[in-house]
């Protein structure tokens, strides 16, 4: 790294306006201490999709997975209640549930036997009897803030968090409640890149949809996409067309349709695609500084039949070769970031307005989770303050006007 952490940290410039803007430097996406930062302040105090409410049915039944490093369980209780802890055992912190998902009448450790009730109380302790101001009341399973957009089931590890609804609110005016739309597979990737290129290339306002995706290309009106930015949200959506023969891909045509596709993205790392009668949610988890995976879950909403199977085949197939696209640009991203060459990039004013918010977002929060806005060099006063963002709702599309002139190349 160039300089160190907070060095790097303070050259991205929060405040600069778009066309002014340059892009967080390559270091963000390289370094391990980016990297350990991110994990603590972003993905530690952020609302994370966990699991799905149709895997957490019946009381007893549980979901374990891993965030980011940070291992949490969610259980539905006797009496109905989702309920979310970390999942580690007070004794001698191991993983108290292993299984991915299942059922549990207890929760018992398998290293000393610890068994906790289904909601984290600890039932037993074996052999602890005379250990001094030892209290089984005290030493619970550690809960979890937990809430839910539909289906989709969210935990967020911070102290008091925002609530989910007020976060997502932006989303859920413009996406609804997600009603009627069932589960058909989720896939995983594992990619050579920093989390972080994921979500640009998520973001980038359909820039790079023309030269990456044909099939997709052949059903989105292009000059009509739009990207709006909303909170710790955004939302890009563009009209849908029939293809024409000049598409020489039309093989998203059957199942991206509608009028409108609409996609939709959450602070850090949650993205949701929405077609007429499809659906998938991606959430892109960094397992290290150039390696990420990407969950991507299917959903459709026909009525179950024949139909609905191949259309929810298809639409799954149709994704995953998006998907495949993508994998190749980001990998080459990190390559490149990688490269002694690469600093800083610019921003399109007409496209890229959602991944400068997205680096405004990351940069506040890691600048006031790190005392960098409170540092040494910061004018007296500026102590505890948060970076202020200049615009909370933004937008950019066609109807926009554009500046007639290009950026200057920095
Ligand atoms: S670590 Fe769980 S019982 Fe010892
Ligand atoms: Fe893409």
Request: charged share 25%; proline share 6%; hydrophobic share 40%.
């Amino acid at each position: 790294m160039p300089g160190t952490f907070h060095e790097e940290l303070k050259r991205f410039d929060v405040s600069l306006p778009l066309a002014r803007a340059r892009t967080i430097p390559s270091s963000w996406y390289c370094d391990p201490e980016f990297d350990a930062a991110e994990r603590r302040s972003v993905f530690g105090e952020t609302w994370q999709l966990a699991a799905r409410s149709d895997q957490l049915e019946a009381p007893g039944s549980f979901v374990a997975t891993s965030i980011a490093g940070e291992s949490v369980l969610i259980v539905r209780d006797e009496g109905g209640l989702l309920r979310a802890f970390f999942n580690v055992c007070r004794h001698r912190a191991a993983c108290v549930v292993t299984e991915p998902e299942g059922t549990a009448r207890r929760l018992r450790c398998r290293y000393h036997g610890w068994t906790y009730d289904l909601a984290g109380r600890l039932l037993g302790a074996p052999e602890f009897e005379g250990v001094a101001d030892f209290r089984r009341d005290d030493n619970g399973l550690v809960p979890v803030a937990i809430d839910r957009w539909g289906q989709l089931v969210f935990v967020n590890f911070g102290h008091r968090p925002r609530a989910l609804s007020e976060v997502l609110a932006p989303l859920r005016e413009k996406m609804g409640t997600l009603a009627g739309l069932r589960f058909v597979e989720q896939r995983s990737y594992e990619l050579a890149c920093n989390w972080k290129v994921f979500v640009d290339n998520y973001l980038d306002g359909g820039y790079h949809v023309n030269s990456v995706h044909p099939s997709l290309a052949s059903v989105l009106q292009y000059a009509q996409y739009r990207t709006e930015c909303m909170g710790l949200t955004s939302l890009q959506s563009s009209p849908l067309r029939a293809p024409t023969p000049k598409h020489a891909d039309r093989s998203a045509s059957s199942v991206r349709v509608g009028e409108t596709a609409l996609y939709g993205w959450a602070f850090p790392n949650f993205m949701v695609n929405l077609y007429s009668g499809a659906m998938d949610t991606n959430v892109v988890l960094p397992l290290g500084p150039d390696r990420c995976r990407v969950d991507i879950a299917f959903y459709i909403s026909r009525p179950a039949g024949p139909d609905a199977g191949a259309f929810a085949a298809e639409s799954v197939e149709v994704g995953h070769r998006i998907q495949l696209e993508d994998v190749g640009v980001c990998e080459d991203v990190q390559r490149g970031l990688a490269s002694k060459s690469y600093d800083t990039g610019r921003y399109s004013v007409r496209r890229e307005v959602a991944v400068h918010h997205f680096h405004q977002l990351l940069a506040a929060r890691l600048r006031d989770t790190n005392q960098v806005a409170a540092g040494a060099d910061a004018p007296s006063g500026t102590a505890g303050k948060k970076t202020p963002l200049p615009n909370s709702r933004r937008g950019r599309g066609a109807a926009n006007p554009q500046p007639s002139r290009a950026p200057r190349k920095g």
